[in-house]
């Protein structure tokens, strides 16, 4: 069984030495131009984009009724009145 004291020791080393590398720079540098493209990506969050496919439901639905509403009503003044 190894010793927990040589892990720990171990441990805290690799940490030490991952906190003093590029790596940590670059992590950061990679994280500040994700977070710019999506900023210039102009993403909407998912609550906005369900609001918005409400929306355009309901409108295609009141569409579709107002279009059979004008074809009714044309269909009656087609008709000859006596």
């Known amino acids: 069984m190894l010793n927990q ?3 720990d020791d171990v441990s805290s ?3 030490e030495l991952l906190a003093n590398s590029p790596a940590k720079d670059i992590e950061k540098n990679l994280r500040a131009m994700i977070s710019s ?3 210039r990506l102009d993403l909407v969050t ?3 984009f369900e609001v918005q496919a ?3 439901s309901a409108c295609q639905e009141r ?3 107002l279009e059979a509403r004008v074809a009714q ?3 009656g003044a087609s008709k000859p009145v006596d």
Request: charged fraction near 30%; avoid cysteine.
């Open 5 to 7: 004291k040589l892990f």
């Open 13 to 15: 080393r690799i940490a």
């Open 37 to 39: 493209a999506f900023a």
């Open 46 to 48: 998912r609550e906005e």
């Open 54 to 56: 409400a929306l355009l």
């Open 63 to 65: 569409l579709a009724s």
């Open 73 to 75: 009503l044309e269909a």
